[in-house]
């Protein structure tokens, strides 16, 4: 069974910087592409950058520039450095992990969300 554990969300000022990790674990034989989607209330959820095992990145145009993914593929994590943070960044922040296991073909694993909020 696979887990994706978020932390680092909460409150900061706009202006301000998180950083968000994500830490996978179980039986887990390799991770292709682990990411960060977000969901404001009443809008769909959208990508906000992934990383794949390359590494290659990809970023939401609304953040390129000031959101940083980076992985650490000792610890199956990932991370999104978060920096001038903006009020329309405020959500709840999900990281996406695609990878098989020791018993599976690649998957897709979601971690229970970590809310980020921006005030003004």
């Known amino acids: 069974q696979v887990q994706l554990v978020e932390s680092g969300g909460g409150l900061v000022q706009a202006g301000g910087s998180l950083r968000l990790s994500c830490a996978a674990s179980g039986s887990i034989f390799s991770i292709n592409t682990m990411g960060w989607y977000r969901q404001a209330p009443g809008k769909q959820r959208e990508l906000v950058a992934a990383?794949?095992?390359?590494?290659?990145?990809n970023y939401a145009d609304s953040v390129k520039g000031r959101f940083i993914i980076f992985r650490d593929n000792t610890k199956n994590t990932v991370y999104l450095q978060m920096n001038s943070l903006k009020p329309e960044d405020t959500a709840v922040y999900y990281c996406?992990?695609?990878?098989?296991?020791?018993?599976?073909?690649?998957?897709?694993?979601w971690g229970q969300g970590t809310q980020v909020t921006v005030s003004s």
């Open positions: 996406n992990a695609k990878l098989r296991t020791v018993l599976t073909a690649i998957r897709q694993y």
């Open positions: 990383i794949t095992s390359g590494p290659s990145t």
